[in-house]
């Protein structure tokens, strides 16, 4: 298995976030996934991010997934304002060399 989709990851103080990480690395690792593109919803809630989850999800990004090539569509959570795809809170992870955030959605090609 070369690619996988994650739907809907909603990362919150709630949640043990490094079990979390790293287990999913293990299972990609595991299963010879090169690609993992994340469809939508990072964050849970898209007027307020908690520092801790913030951080979390940097290290998910920057560190438990650096070995794999992670492409993230914007889905509505992770946008500011629901008619806008400007202010992001992606905006964080653009950076990483790992990491493409697709703020316009993503061709289908980019995905098979």
Known sequence: MDKVRIIDVKRSVYEDNDKEADMLRDELKEKGVHTVIFT??????????????????????????????????????????????????????????????????IEEDEII
């Open 40 to 105: 939508g919803d990072i964050f849970d809630n898209r007027q307020i991010l908690d520092i801790p989850s913030i951080n979390d999800t940097i290290k998910l990004f920057r560190d438990d997934m650096r070995d794999f090539d992670v492409r993230i569509v914007l889905g509505n959570h992770d946008l500011y304002y629901e008619n806008s795809y400007d202010t992001s809170s992606l905006s964080i992870l653009e950076n990483l060399p790992n990491v493409r955030v697709y703020r316009n959605g």
